[in-house]
């Protein structure tokens, strides 16, 4: 099933880019991608906090070109050293969050209880959530893959779905922890599979309007594989790390057809 809505092509910088290397990778992305981009796509980049206002500068004049930012702490202000709210995002230009990285379920220690409390309070805020979910090594092996993906979708949105959401304004990435980063992508029979689960369960929660959430596949992805993991079945886009810190890469996983 493809969904009405643009294809999404989003780049996680994670910790990487100082200042000016996060400017000239954006001005050189919005070069490359100026007419190349096919009208059904949509690119979306995700800096760390200290390089989201240079980016949003330098995307200013950039058609189809949004900005994200990679986490926040769901609450409007207050005594929260260190941490950044929803609409200090908005005000640089945001309008898109992850929510439930591998990397900060794993290293940070975040659970499903706060991931939660981030999707509901960033969809209110106004930001469109990503739900990153996925399973490691050990549960694939264990056949545990549909209970893990259910289990993350189910705890992961269960404030949202009291919030009467748009479901323009979420999407769900499955990011395997297997395949992030590691230059092992999941194969098309697995990514087929899991998405499917993921549509199923988006559908029970949400009916009609399950099927029109979008679905990104996540996990070494690259020039040479984009095409073929953008066109399978309930693929409605890609999260990219390492393949989005260079103009090069990046420019040909867009653009890839
Ligand atoms: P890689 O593309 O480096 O595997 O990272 C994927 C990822 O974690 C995107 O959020």
Request: one cysteine or more; proline letters at 4%.
């Given at each position: 099933?493809?969904?009405?809505v ?19 990778l ?26 989201l ?5 330098s ?43 591998s ?49 993350q ?34 194969k ?26 979008r ?43």
């Amino acid at each position: 099933m493809k969904t009405n809505v643009k294809t999404l092509i989003a780049g996680n910088w994670k910790m990487y880019k100082t200042l000016a290397q996060a400017e000239k990778l954006a001005d050189r992305l919005a070069d490359r991608l100026a007419d190349k981009l096919p009208a059904d796509r949509e690119v979306l980049l995700l800096p760390p906090f200290t390089a989201l206002g240079a980016v949003a500068f330098s995307l200013k004049d950039a058609n189809r070109f949004l900005l994200g930012a990679q986490n926040f702490y769901p609450a409007q202000e207050g005594a929260f050293t260190g941490e950044i709210a929803p609409f200090m995002l908005q005000d640089l230009g945001c309008t898109h969050a992850l929510a439930g990285h591998s990397e900060r379920r794993h290293v940070l220690g975040e659970t499903d209880g706060l991931i939660s409390r981030k999707v509901a309070f960033g969809l209110q805020a106004g930001l469109h959530m990503i739900l990153c979910i996925g399973e490691t090594l050990d549960q694939r092996k264990q056949g545990k893959v549909e209970h893990v993906l259910k289990g993350q979708l189910l705890l992961g949105l269960t404030e949202a779905k009291d919030a009467a959401v748009a479901p323009e304004t979420l999407s769900i990435a499955y990011e395997p922890v297997w395949a992030i980063g590691t230059g092992e992508v999941a194969k098309p029979s697995d990514i087929l599979s899991a998405h499917a689960v993921i549509r199923k369960t988006l559908e029970e929660m949400f009916l009609d309007c399950g099927g029109k959430i979008r679905i990104l596949y996540g996990g070494s992805v690259k020039p040479d594989n984009a095409a073929a993991i953008l066109c399978l079945d309930n693929v409605n886009g890609v999260l990219v790390g390492g393949a989005s810190l260079q103009d090069d890469s990046f420019a040909a996983i867009a653009a890839a057809v």
